[in-house]
């Protein structure tokens, strides 16, 4: 472009892209404009809050009134998409001359006070998005939106825009000295007879020497975007005030901005002014096959030296990617965490009130079971893992004592299971649920990819910095991009203003497989929430805000029953002690459950949405969510008082052992977080004890199935009863003392249950019916060799009456198909009994 047509096309620009700020009202709904001049206000409230940015919407430029204005809107869009770096500075100069016609004297008076170089214009909301692996060359100049996860910022450094210099020989001082990605200093002196070109002194108190803040941002394509057999690509990002510290490691961001070339610093710089390192890197290149790639090369003593380029991004708009999930798809997301106000709509509003208070066909609220149902709807069965999923996403409320000590509010979540149940696509469907979720592999991470490690730049200073692992890409959320335009128009109802507690999820695949030595580094990021490193000169304590959902595969591939769950997994007490939630996922042979799975799967081939559709859709389950993190619930003193009777119960429970580690206070400190996400989904204020009595099922109720150390056969199963006599007068006391609990060690149970159902088999297919009175009296046959005294006879006889009752009454693996002929519930013995028809015969450990 020739200089007269650049000339004139920037100044066209400018007196357009003014008259369109001047001018624009928004359209409303019935076709007509608003009364306000919408970017003279906004001007008003960025001057207000001692901001320098005006933030433009790319559709408001398409709707300007074409009446008011005097030039085609589709031209000047496509002007500035086209050679946005061409005509940013003009952009940027209008929006003083906008500032200067305001007519309030307070606002003059603080524009007055702010440098006019600062002021920028940004634009945002245009129509596509470029991958990071599309950037190419043609791209240069124009404006353009990548998408992409933030790796690695840099910390906020003063740049030198416009320098002036003095000349050290003759004292002159030159000005406006533009600088090319590092101190560049006037070629030579123009003073008559003075030559200087190396001996300058920086101006740097200048009124023509013009500073700003620049942060480095690492950019990395989105593993949707990143081909089969390739790796993910990074792009350089510099965004310069405003735009600094708007993102974190671990945010999945949207950048508006431009493609630049900027040269490679270190071809720019002179020999004594590498380091070694640098330098011999460089000298390495002396195949003269080679010398295409070293650029240009120039004369030393005109200050040009050898030219390589390579590309960056400058980036003017950052905002959160509000599409992470629902790109490429046509469902919609919404972020759960995100720390935007929440405006819901009275039809919102009522629905998610009536999910609330949802009850069941007996008449209980069951708003939990309803949600968790919504939970991955790809995988049929395992409410009870759903829900602990749902109360992982909810999460407690954080808090911090008054010695400051901060007590964390996430919930980790653990899943042992046997191959293909589910364990990998529920981990998967997490990852996909948040944006802040990172999905890694037990096998292939180690302690510092997990926490964190001390790397060198690869800039010139060789400064160490920080690496981020996984569980801190997944703890901060990003700092909200500063703007003008609300994201919903019009009313609404708006939730509590409160932010949220925690952050991500990190999800490990295959626990067990990371080595003893990198899973004790994460003691600390599970509990205190923390990681400290004290590595390579840098002492720091670092964040690590994130639930932990992990799944493991039993040590001998599948479940043992007959073993505790401690035994079952290759984990040390101290890590299973830091899971909120354990739960068993088991494949149990079943007819009934095996047909449900089946069907479900072949309806999610044949997409049959109708069948597999959850009770909630997943844009609602996000929402309601969100909604439901605005609520900081107080326990309530019912409440209060039955959680210290639950911890109790548990404490006197000596069979429920987590593990090696026992029952611990940890266990009281997680059922106060399940208490709390409980009585967040419900919308309680309050934890009230319904809450903490649902938590504490949850928190048992797999453990019930793992911990089988021993089974208790004692009263709440059936009491010893003698049969054919009634004492009523016999004092309470004393038929407390007559009550005894029986138990029984699994294996035993397992061994006694095993032998009742065959023989009832071997009896049915016989065509013989046998009642209780028949089995009980068989068994005894059948061990009467290894009894020795009458005592023993009792006590096995009324031992194996207890295990019938169960195998009946909780178990249900055996029917009866007759009562008793007299109808005496004391004298069950005239029952006639069958094995279920569902239950193989040597499937008892599976119940």
């Not at 050290?168 to 090319?180: D, L």
Request: proline fraction near 5%; charged fraction near 30%; include cysteine.
């Amino acid at each position: 472009m020739d200089p007269h047509t650049r000339s004139h096309l920037v100044q066209r620009v400018q007196k357009y892209f003014l008259e369109f700020l001047q001018t624009f009202k928004r359209p409303t709904e019935d076709g007509g404009r608003e009364d306000d001049l919408y970017y003279v206000s906004q001007a008003k409230a960025m001057v207000r809050e001692n901001k320098k940015t005006l933030y433009v919407k790319m559709g408001h430029l398409e709707q300007a009134d074409r009446d008011v204005v005097s030039f085609e809107p589709e031209d000047l869009i496509a002007v500035i998409h086209s050679k946005y770096m061409v005509v940013r500075d003009a952009v940027n100069a209008a929006l003083p001359q906008l500032l200067s016609n305001l007519e309030d004297p307070d606002l003059q008076a603080e524009v007055e006070k702010m440098d006019e170089l600062k002021f920028t214009v940004a634009f945002y909301d245009l129509a596509t998005y470029s991958g990071i692996r599309d950037l190419r060359t043609e791209k240069l100049g124009r404006l353009v939106t990548i998408c992409g996860t933030v790796t690695r910022t840099t910390d906020i450094k003063p740049e030198l825009l416009v320098a002036t210099w003095k000349c050290n020989e003759c004292r002159r001082e030159i000005s406006g000295v533009s600088q090319e990605f590092k101190v560049t200093t006037p070629p030579k002196c123009p003073t008559k007879n003075c030559g200087n070109t190396t001996n300058w002194s920086l101006l740097a108190e200048s009124r023509s020497t013009r500073w700003g803040d620049w942060q480095r941002v690492r950019l990395q394509e989105n593993e949707h975007e990143v081909p089969a057999g390739s790796m993910p690509q990074t792009m350089d990002v510099i965004v310069r005030d405003d735009c600094t510290e708007k993102c974190k490691a671990g945010d999945k961001i949207q950048i508006t901005g431009s493609l630049i070339v900027v040269p490679d610093v270190p071809t720019l710089m002179s020999p004594g002014e590498l380091k070694a390192t640098v330098r011999r890197s460089l000298n390495t290149r002396s195949d003269p096959s080679y010398a295409a790639g070293e650029g240009i090369r120039g004369l030393k003593s005109v200050g040009n030296r050898d030219l390589t380029y390579k590309l960056a991004f400058f980036g003017t708009y950052i905002d959160e990617d509000s599409d992470w999930a629902s790109r490429g798809s046509e469902e919609k997301s919404e972020n759960i965490r995100s720390e935007e106000k929440m405006y819901l709509s009275q039809v919102d509003k009522e629905r998610f009130e009536q999910i609330s208070e949802h009850v069941n066909v007996s008449g209980k609220r069951d708003c939990l079971d309803l949600l968790a149902r919504a939970v991955a709807p790809s995988i049929s069965g395992y409410l009870e893992v759903k829900k602990g999923i749902l109360l992982m996403l909810v999460g407690g409320v954080k808090k911090s004592t008054m010695e400051g000590i901060q007590l964390r509010g996430d919930v980790n979540v653990c899943l042992l299971g046997d191959p293909a149940t589910g364990k990998s696509e529920m981990l998967r469907w997490v990852s996909k649920f948040l944006p802040r979720a990172v999905f890694t592999s037990g096998k292939s991470s180690t302690a510092a990819g997990l926490t964190a490690s001390v790397v060198k730049d690869n800039d010139l200073d060789n400064e160490r910095l920080i690496e981020p692992g996984a569980l801190m890409l997944a703890e901060p959320q990003m700092q909200r991009c500063w703007c003008f335009d609300t994201r919903y128009d019009g009313g609404g109802v708006e939730s509590e203003d409160t932010m949220p507690d925690d952050n991500g999820v990190c999800c490990i695949d295959e626990f067990e497989l990371m080595d003893i030595k990198d899973m004790v580094a994460i003691h600390e990021a599970m509990e205190q929430q923390t990681i400290t490193l004290s590595k390579a000169g840098i002492q720091a304590t670092l964040n690590a805000r994130c639930s932990i959902l992990a799944s493991v595969l039993p040590k001998n591939t599948y479940y043992q029953a007959t073993l505790p769950l401690h035994k079952n997994c290759e984990l040390s007490p101290p890590i299973m002690s830091r899971f909120d939630l354990f739960f068993v996922m088991q494949d149990i042979r079943d007819e009934t459950q095996d047909l449900t799975v089946a069907k479900h799967i072949v309806a999610s081939h044949r997409r049959k949405d109708d069948e597999v559709a959850p009770p909630v859709s997943h844009l609602d389950l996000q929402r309601y969510i969100r909604l439901a993190r605005t609520f900081k619930p107080k326990i309530s003193p019912e409440g209060s008082a039955l959680l210290v009777k639950c911890y109790k119960k548990l404490r006197e429970d000596r069979s429920y052992t987590r593990g090696g580690a026992g029952v611990t206070v940890r266990q009281l400190e997680s059922l106060i977080r399940l208490s709390e996400a409980i009585a967040r989904v419900y919308l309680s204020e309050w934890v009230r004890p319904e809450h903490v009595k649902e938590a504490f099922e949850l928190q048992i109720s797999s453990l019930r199935q793992s911990e089988r150390e021993s089974i208790d056969l004692g009263a709440e199963d059936l009491a010893p009863t003698k049969r054919g006599r009634e004492d009523e007068e016999e004092p309470r006391e004393a038929e407390r003392k007559a009550v005894k609990r029986v138990r029984i060690t699994h294996p035993e149970y397992m061994r006694m249950g095993q032998m009742l159902l065959r023989h009832l088999v071997d009896q049915a297919a016989a065509g013989q019916v046998v009642t209780e009175g028949d089995l009980i009296t068989w068994y005894m046959e059948q061990v009467e060799p290894e009894l020795v005294t009458e005592e023993q006879l009792f006590q096995r006889q009324h031992l194996v009456q207890l295990v019938v009752s169960r195998m009946i009454d909780k178990d249900r693996v055996i029917l009866v198909t007759e009562p008793a002929k007299e109808g005496d519930p004391l004298q069950p013995e005239g029952r006639v009994l069958e094995k279920h028809p569902n239950v193989p015969v040597d499937s008892l450990d599976r119940i």
